[in-house]
Each structure stands twice: as structure tokens, then as C-alpha cells.
């Protein structure tokens, strides 16, 4: 198992930006699950799985409803999922959140205007859970509040770095794919602390948790 790159926002030959990984960075193998302690003081004794040998199975049901709720410091954010549209994408990002992998995560990447992205458990823009997802497509376009998954500049997805778009980037369709979409609480990913992994000195914003409610539940 290969883990990715960089995480980091590439400059297209149109001026505009998107998010990738560098092609230079080398790959790490990962043997094995690692683990951490949880910080959430409700159960301090639980362990957090950070790296997995291969993508969870598909246990969503595609014809079911989910939402994600983003606990921030400043609130919730609320983002409707679409499991019809890219059940793979859905599927691994309710395993990560029901398995607590993005609780004290950060946003280690914020571009106002563009996007928000998240879910690097090295919080420098490196990291991943262990593997790829497959590509899929829909066609659902990218609008504000879009949420979507990083990748590689060869295209490869990576398995648990998300972004949210907080403006129009019309330019993504085509090249990433929405399978999600933020229906409350944009306007506190807009507040989230500007940041470039390669230049800041303190870490993000934090991401609480994610709660995932199935079936309006």
C-alpha cells in the first residue's frame, strides 16, 4: 500500500488552481494498521485507526439517505451526501467518520474564495489512510459549497483528503467529482484561518468530529 503525496493546490495552464498532489513527492509503503489515542474526552480509552491496509468495503446502501455533520469550534456544518451518485466516495467517507478517523484533523489548506480542504492525519498536506479510491463521475457540477475529494496529478484519489468549495470553480467538472454538498453552516467554513501548509507555523482549524446521520435519523 502506497501512501500519496502532497496534498497541495496546483496552478493550471488557465491561471486557475485545483487541488492535487505533487508528483515529486515519494511514496511511503504502509505495513500494517497505526493507531493513536483518541483526545475526545468522552472515552479516552479509544483508539483511532489512521492507516488501513485497503479501502472498506461498500456497506452503504446506495437508495438510503446520509448527511454529514461537521463539529467545528465555531459550529456545525451540515452537507448532504449523495450515495446514488458516487457510492464508493460516500461509502469510505462514512467508514473514516463512523471509525472517528477525521476527529482533531484539521483544515490544513484554506484558500478564501475557493476552497476549504481537510482530512490529512499529518495536517502538512502528505497524508492519507493507506490507499486510493477508484475514480467515479456524475454529473453533478461543482458550485459553491461542493464537497469532493483531493487527488494526484495522475488522477488517482486520494482516500481521505476532502475539500469544500467556497466559491464557483466550474473549472473542477470533469476533473473531480462532487458527492456531496453543504446545506448549512457554509458561512463558518468561510471564517476557517487562511492557510498554506508549506508556510504556516500553526496548525489549522479543527474538526471536532464528524457525525453521519442516515435516513434523517
Do not use: C, K, W
Not at 148 to 176: C, I, K, Y
Amino acid at each position: 500500500v502506497l501512501s500519496l503525496g502532497s496534498i497541495f493546490f496546483v496552478t493550471q495552464f488557465d491561471g486557475t488552481t485545483a487541488p492535487a498532489a505533487d508528483p515529486d513527492a515519494s511514496a511511503t509503503p504502509a505495513e500494517g494498521a497505526t493507531t493513536e489515542a483518541s483526545a475526545t474526552p468522552e472515552d479516552p480509552a479509544d483508539v483511532i485507526v489512521r492507516q488501513y491496509e485497503a479501502v472498506p468495503e461498500l456497506t452503504i446502501d446506495p437508495e438510503a439517505s446520509y448527511e454529514a455533520v461537521l463539529h467545528l469550534d465555531s459550529g456545525d456544518v451540515r452537507i448532504e451526501l449523495y450515495p446514488s451518485e458516487a457510492p464508493g466516495m460516500v461509502n469510505n467517507f462514512v467508514f473514516l467518520a463512523q471509525n472517528h478517523f477525521y476527529d482533531g484533523l484539521t483544515f490544513h489548506r484554506v484558500i478564501p474564495g475557493f476552497a476549504a480542504q481537510g482530512g490529512d492525519p499529518t495536517g502538512a498536506g502528505s497524508g492519507s489512510p493507506g490507499y486510493d479510491l477508484e475514480s467515479e463521475s456524475n454529473g453533478l457540477l461543482f458550485e459553491r459549497g461542493a464537497l469532493s475529494m483531493a487527488q494526484d496529478a495522475s488522477g488517482q484519489v486520494n482516500g481521505s483528503q476532502f475539500f469544500v468549495t467556497l466559491g464557483s470553480t466550474p473549472h473542477l467538472n470533469g476533473d473531480f467529482t462532487v458527492f456531496g454538498r453543504v446545506v448549512e453552516g457554509l458561512e463558518l467554513l468561510d471564517g476557517l484561518t487562511p492557510r498554506d501548509p508549506s508556510q504556516a507555523e500553526e496548525p489549522g482549524d479543527t474538526i471536532l468530529g464528524i457525525e453521519i446521520i442516515e435516513d434523517g435519523a
